[in-house]
């Protein structure tokens, strides 16, 4: 994925809309900056449940499983 510095200017630190009413942000890049993606994933465990806490170190908070 590459992108470029215009893109970047119009880009970061704006809420974008996506679906649903969500929104994303283009952020963790850098302006001309190209990364290569592959499709290859290996899973580190099994999956996690995490919500939003504003009293956590850094705003999130692993749920409990039940």
């Keep these: 994925m590459h992108v470029c510095v215009?893109?970047?200017?119009?880009?970061?630190?704006?809420?974008?809309p996506a679906a649903d009413g969500?929104?994303?942000m283009l952020?963790?890049?850098?302006?001309?900056?190209?990364?290569?993606l592959t499709d290859v994933l290996s899973f580190a465990g099994p999956p996690e449940d995490w919500r939003a806490d504003d009293r956590a170190p850094f705003g999130w908070t692993?749920?409990?499983?039940?």
């Design 6 to 16: 215009a893109g970047y200017l119009s880009t970061a630190g704006i809420a974008i």
């Design 22 to 24: 969500a929104r994303t």
């Design 27 to 36: 952020a963790g890049w850098d302006p001309d900056a190209t990364w290569w």
């Design 62 to 66: 692993q749920a409990a499983r039940h």
